[in-house]
């Protein structure tokens, strides 16, 4: 099973257009993204697949109704923060205040645990040493931020997802990083976002048959707002909306096909399976899938 994921944010809430669309502006901005999201639970029943919903608590708190229908439909939701803030931009304490809000957001909406964070941009990193830490005291019980580009690079250049645990003083957290793979020398996180939207379908997919044959897992990641070509156009630098507003309209095609090639679950269901083997196995050192 590959794991599928969803920020679910607004389409001006994109650190592309930080430098236009202010966060004092949210809030006089149209909101599309209830719509889009239901669009893609749509696709999802389809093909009788749950998928994991990194939702932003911003979101949450002008759209409840949305996260209690994405958690009826039997989707996982995690947490994407509150206020889509870089980690590295933060405060340990704001950063700290930041997760705790958005959890107890969710959590209040869901009436259940929240277990998983995303960061913004997966913006943790070599940067930000007290970001993890602080997401095991705050109790969350995995992490998907952290692209580790070089980790378990083969010889083909693919880099499988798969579950690792990180130790610290504080306590464990599973991390569960975005695939990458090696184009040109470089480690691309081919495997969501503005790659597959950039990407011909059958080189996706090409990926995630080599991944498949090493034994590995794909994490995909899309937002909202991909599946979205008629969303207003915002003003802001070039190459910013170039990324945005790259084939919007091939989106929803090619998740069609996603779907039905290949087999997802929502993340948090594979680091329970990966922490069953790694108990049971009792290996302290290393669990994968
Ligand atoms: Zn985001």
Redesign the pocket.
């Known amino acids: 099973m590959h794991m599928l994921s969803f920020?679910v944010?607004e389409h001006f809430?994109?650190a592309a257009f930080w430098s236009v669309a202010r966060r004092r502006e949210w809030n006089g901005l149209a909101s599309r993204v209830e719509n889009n999201s239901m669009k893609i639970t749509e696709l999802l029943s389809e093909h009788s697949t749950k998928a994991t919903f990194f939702v932003?608590g911003w979101v949450a708190e002008r759209h409840p109704e949305l996260v209690k229908r994405l958690a009826q439909q039997g989707h996982e939701i995690a947490s994407?923060g509150y206020g889509?803030e870089l980690v590295h931009t933060q405060t340990p304490t704001e950063f700290r205040q930041d997760v705790r809000r958005s959890k107890r957001i969710l959590e209040d909406l869901i009436g259940k645990p929240v277990a998983g964070y995303r960061a913004?941009?997966f913006s943790i990193s070599s940067r930000t040493p007290w970001a993890i830490p602080v997401l095991i005291e705050e109790g969350y019980r995995y992490d998907s931020s952290i692209y580790n580009r070089f980790r378990g690079a083969t010889e083909t250049g693919v880099a499988g997802a798969g579950a690792y645990l990180i130790e610290t003083e504080v306590g464990t957290i599973w991390e569960v990083s975005p695939s990458t793979m090696n184009a040109c020398g470089l480690q691309l996180p081919v495997a969501g976002g503005g790659y597959f939207r950039l990407l011909p379908y059958a080189v996706s997919k090409m990926f995630l048959r080599s991944l498949e044959r090493q034994g590995s897992q794909l994490v995909m990641y899309l937002?909202p707002w991909e599946l979205d070509p008629e969303q207003p156009r915002m003003e802001g630098p070039l190459l910013s909306k170039v990324r945005h507003y790259l084939n919007l309209s091939k989106t929803e095609q090619r998740l069609r096909w996603l779907l039905r090639d290949f087999s997802f679950a929502p993340i948090n269901q594979v680091v329970q399976h990966v922490r069953y083997i790694f108990e049971k196995q009792g290996d302290r050192s290393h669990a994968t899938v």
């Open positions: 920020d944010e809430q994109v932003l994407h889509h913004p941009s937002h």
